[in-house]
């Protein structure tokens, strides 16, 4: 947060690329929540299987789309700075992004 | 297949096939709600991005898990309820669990 | 393949569901691998990277479509079957269905 | 970071990161060609549904692997020649990537 780092120790410091939509992601992740909550009472009252099925869809795409903002500013700030750094810290940076690309995708 | 049946009617009478399971269900789905919770505290901590990324992809695979189980006991009790019925009754059943089924593969 | 074969034996004789529409997946499974290839040629030329990626999400979302679909036969024929002879030759149809489903989605 | 550089133009160049390893990802390209041909000769066949999913399955895992991939080169090349440009050159490659990968997990 101060002083003399240097090689993209943004990320290492807090300063990570959600924070300045923080309380957007915030927002959002609240209604997750209420999502995985109303799937619950759904099966609590017995409700129709394939309804069910829909909202697991539509809470795993919510999901889907705060991963792939994380990623986009995981990449606006963490891995630019990085790239900025070069060598090691870049390559590192870039090789866990890509993995954690792939947990995702498949 | 004989009988007073009014086709396939367990489904809308309730006894949708996770019902056996119904304790188990929400177990999981009350587990799923934590994984949310836990993912907002991470944003709200201002934690590392990757590592939100992993148990996002943590979370998208557990909800994966339940619909792939609901759908296994929709087929089971359902769809072989309208399949013993028959015509328009186990047609409807099998596009709409198809069209289900696509909802959660794209 | 003739005979006094009973109970859902239908799939084990060849006559899958999807065989009423097979010149249709087969001329999209053509289609399909005419994608691949212009993907091959896509790298050959060293086109641009983002531009592969649409073709090969294009080419995922083409085959999980035909997933689908094969997937809504095979309930509509060996499922079905599987469902009118009742018993462990419905459960196992019922449980290979869905994971079948289970690899798809995840 | 200095010089004559005319931002981030390796990649509107043809050097694209994926050229290093092209001949490999060419060789798994024609792989992945077999694959879908393989798969009409399956239906073509009449081949058991769910192997013929199960090997749709394969296809789109080799699939969603050479995305990642790519898109690991793509970071590595493009998008860090881009992040040491700056500006919108940095700011239009990480949108253009994010929208990409979007692409590849919904």
């Known amino acids: 947060m101060t002083g003399i ?3 993209g120790t943004a ?3 807090g300063e990570h690329g959600y924070i300045t939509d923080k309380a ?3 927002a ?3 209604r ?3 999502q995985a909550r109303g799937i619950q009472r759904m099966v609590d009252e017995e409700q129709y299987c394939i309804e069910i099925l829909t909202q697991i869809a539509a809470l795993t795409g919510a ?7 994380l990623l986009e500013d995981h990449l ?3 891995v630019t700075d990085a790239a900025l750094s070069g060598g090691d810290v870049a390559e590192d940076k870039i090789r ?5 690309i792939g947990r995702l995708i498949r």
Chains 1, 2, 3, 4 share one sequence.
């Open 32 to 34: 997750i929540e209420g």
């Open 96 to 100: 866990e992004a890509s993995q954690a």
């Open 63 to 69: 999901l889907q789309n705060v991963a792939v903002g």
């Open 11 to 13: 990320c290492e410091l």
């Open 24 to 26: 957007r992601y915030l």
């Open 5 to 7: 780092t240097t090689t």
């Open 76 to 78: 606006r700030h963490c």
């Open 28 to 30: 959002r992740l609240r």
